[in-house]
């Protein structure tokens, strides 16, 4: 009789509590399975989860798109050149006053290790130079990372659907090339990367 009183005057209680209201958001209820990127066959691919938070705005997913479109590409230059330099190509002249280009290790963690103190300030000031100048002209463009008002090679003449499908296909490359490179530097970081068929032509 006690219990069924207390359960009772818990429902009771219950009643007056404050209704948890629902949080009207337009990022709460955004579909982004129909953006951009979101193709076959992994659809929408998530991991992290960072597209289910409740305050992802459309501004933060356009952020986050922006980077990895930008990685992308520094992963397509990354992998290209790695697999260039596997293959024998080389800048003529020299690297620095005692090493030339020639003699640099084929491997790209081996020879950035050979690289001079001074070489490696004149990376990463280009780099800095290079983030800053394309942040100052994000929004110039149709979309954030759109820098053909710096370049243009046509690409003003293809119409949106022509344009949608190469952002697809830029965006495909790039995750694949981000996944080459992380290959790459695992593969030569535990020693076999000579024994790869593709690199060791």
Not at 57 to 77: I, N, P, T
Not at 81 to 86: E, H, R, W
Not at 142 to 164: L, P, Q, R, S, Y
Request: net charge negative.
């Amino acid at each position: 009789m006690k219990l069924a009183v207390f359960v009772s005057l818990l429902a009771s209680a219950a009643a007056f509590a404050p209704v948890q209201q629902a949080r009207s958001s337009t990022a709460l209820n955004a579909d982004y399975s129909k953006e951009l990127g979101a193709q076959v066959p992994l659809g929408c691919f998530d991991p992290l989860g960072l597209l289910k938070k409740g305050d992802l705005s459309q501004e933060r997913f356009d952020e986050l798109r922006y980077l990895e479109l930008k990685h992308g590409r520094v992963a397509m230059l990354a992998f290209m050149g790695n697999i260039a330099v596997l293959g024998g190509m080389r800048f003529p002249g020299m690297l620095s006053s005692d090493i030339a280009f020639a003699d640099m290790p084929s491997h790209g963690l081996e020879a950035l290790s050979k690289v001079p103190d001074a070489g490696i300030t004149q990376i990463l000031l280009f780099l800095f130079c290079m983030e800053v100048g394309m942040t100052s002209r994000l929004d110039e463009g149709e979309f954030k990372g759109d820098f053909t008002t710096v370049v243009d090679f046509g690409w003003n003449k293809w119409d949106d659907a022509t344009k949608m499908n190469k952002r697809a296909i830029e965006l495909n490359n790039g995750r694949a090339a981000m996944m080459g490179i992380t290959g790459l530097i695992v593969h030569e970081s535990i020693g076999n990367l000579d024994s790869m068929p593709i690199i060791s032509l």
